[in-house]
């Protein structure tokens, strides 16, 4: 089984940056898909950013593109969510979670995750 813990929010203004982490005890296979989503209130939760650890292939939502950048370490227990050039549109909880390929920005396809870490990002 894997177990997330993630890390990193906080409060920024805007054009800052944060990293966010999530932190790993294994994953099901070294092909699994590690996701960031996050969800504002009064909206679904919504996909941010997905890695296939195995190829090191990696897709963006279009309202984070240029922006964020999904990466793992050397040991692949951990994964980032660096974000840079913030906006206030970007505030939200954000959730790290696992899944089998394909490995898609939708919801349904990760089965587990983490707890989630708030991110605000003031004008």
């Known amino acids: 089984q894997v177990h997330l813990v993630e890390s990193g929010g906080g409060s920024v203004q805007a054009g800052g940056s944060l990293r966010l982490s999530c932190a790993a005890s294994e994953y099901t296979y070294d092909g699994a898909c590690v996701g960031w989503f996050r969800q504002a209130p009064g909206k679904e939760r919504e996909g941010v950013a997905v890695?296939?650890?195995?190829?090191?292939?990696?897709a963006y939502a279009d309202s984070v593109k240029d922006r964020f950048t999904i990466s793992q370490n050397n040991a692949k227990n951990t994964v980032y969510l660096q974000m840079n050039s913030l906006k206030p549109e970007d505030t939200a909880t954000y959730y790290c979670?696992?899944?089998?390929?394909?490995?898609?920005?939708?919801?349904?396809?990760?089965?587990?995750w983490g707890q989630g870490t708030q991110v605000t990002v003031s004008s």
């Open positions: 979670a696992t899944g089998s390929p394909p490995c898609k920005l939708l919801v349904g396809l990760f089965r587990d």
């Open positions: 890695l296939f650890r195995g190829g090191f292939n990696t």
